[in-house]
């Protein structure tokens, strides 16, 4: 595939995301601090995310199946998970851990599996959207091209 086609679908699927609500404004500022010193940043920081969403997912999914959850763990690891989606603009999964903390609040496990699940689906939409992303940035400097600016 040429150069200008790789660059236009980077662009396309990198507006998909923050139009979809996928991505915010934080995603963008991650993007700035990457420069030629350090031109994997934002691959290196986002795939820290993936292993701590991973960790976090599993922990969240053996802690809601005890026979007497403990909702303070729950919920810190929730407030854990809110927290690194947000530094990286993950805004959907972000998002999805707000009411899963107010059904902690409520120590309502019924709910908490069903935000356990939205969460879940948010976190690996965005990983594969991600993924994606960075495999086109990957096509595009294979093939000698630069990986356009977004504004």
Same mark, same amino acid.
């Given at each position: 595939m040429e150069v200008g086609q790789l660059q236009r679908q980077f662009? /396309? @699927?990198? !507006?998909?995301? +923050? @139009? /979809? $609500?996928f991505l915010d404004g934080q995603f963008s500022q991650l993007q700035q601090l990457q420069d030629e010193s350090n031109p994997d940043f934002v691959v290196e920081v986002v795939s820290l995310f993936f292993q701590d969403s991973e960790r976090l997912l599993n922990e969240l999914t053996r802690a809601l199946d005890q026979k007497c959850?403990? +909702? =303070? =763990?729950?919920? !810190? @690891?929730? @407030?854990?998970? =809110? $927290?690194?989606?947000?530094?990286? $603009? !993950?805004?959907?999964? =972000? &998002?999805?851990? +707000? &009411?899963f903390r107010n059904f902690c609040e409520e120590q309502n496990t019924e709910a908490c599996f069903r935000c356990l699940q939205l969460v879940k689906q948010e976190y690996l939409l965005v990983k594969n959207k991600l993924e994606t992303l960075f495999r086109l940035e990957q096509q595009i400097l294979a093939a000698g091209g630069s990986i356009p600016m977004m504004e």
């Amino acid at each position: 595939m040429e150069v200008g086609q790789l660059q236009r679908q980077f662009v /396309e @699927h990198t !507006a998909s995301m +923050f @139009h /979809e $609500g996928f991505l915010d404004g934080q995603f963008s500022q991650l993007q700035q601090l990457q420069d030629e010193s350090n031109p994997d940043f934002v691959v290196e920081v986002v795939s820290l995310f993936f292993q701590d969403s991973e960790r976090l997912l599993n922990e969240l999914t053996r802690a809601l199946d005890q026979k007497c959850v403990d +909702f =303070k =763990k729950v919920d !810190a @690891h929730v @407030h854990q998970l =809110k $927290g690194s989606s947000s530094s990286i $603009g !993950a805004q959907r999964v =972000k &998002n999805s851990c +707000f &009411n899963f903390r107010n059904f902690c609040e409520e120590q309502n496990t019924e709910a908490c599996f069903r935000c356990l699940q939205l969460v879940k689906q948010e976190y690996l939409l965005v990983k594969n959207k991600l993924e994606t992303l960075f495999r086109l940035e990957q096509q595009i400097l294979a093939a000698g091209g630069s990986i356009p600016m977004m504004e």
